[in-house]
């Protein structure tokens, strides 16, 4: 089993930035892919970002690509989005997920889930 704790979430004026984290504990040491998935009031869950193991892939969802950054850091089981000149259409609760691969992940094959935090953009 895997644990996974968001924290970062908040309110951010449009343009603005955010960085999110996420701890992982359990069987860290597993190599698991981790990544960020977002749930946006009145629509379903997508997918945003992942990160491999090694860190070498990082698929990213065509709506955040250049604005969001993945990353990780092994040693704090930790992975982190931060996001750049936001929109109010990034405005959601912001889920940690982890799974096999990162591919899978892109692919909605999520293994484990974070509670979420939320993130709101004001315009």
């Known amino acids: 089993q895997v644990q996974l704790v968001e924290s970062g979430g908040g309110l951010v004026q449009a343009g603005g930035s955010l960085r999110l984290s996420c701890a992982a504990s359990?069987?860290?040491?597993?190599?698991?892919?981790m990544g960020w998935f977002r749930q946006a009031p009145g629509k379903e869950r997508e997918f945003v970002a992942a990160i491999s193991w090694s860190g070498v892939s990082t698929p990213y969802a065509d709506s955040v690509k250049g604005r969001f950054t993945i990353s990780r850091d092994n040693a704090k089981s930790t992975v982190y989005l931060q996001m750049t000149r936001m929109k109010s259409e990034d405005t959601a609760v912001y889920y940690c997920?982890?799974?096999?691969?990162?591919?899978?992940?892109?692919?909605?094959?999520?293994?484990?889930w974070g509670k979420g935090t939320l993130v709101t953009v004001s315009s």
């Open positions: 997920v982890a799974g096999a691969l990162a591919s899978y992940l892109s692919d909605y094959r999520v293994d484990y």
């Open positions: 359990g069987r860290t040491s597993s190599g698991y892919a």
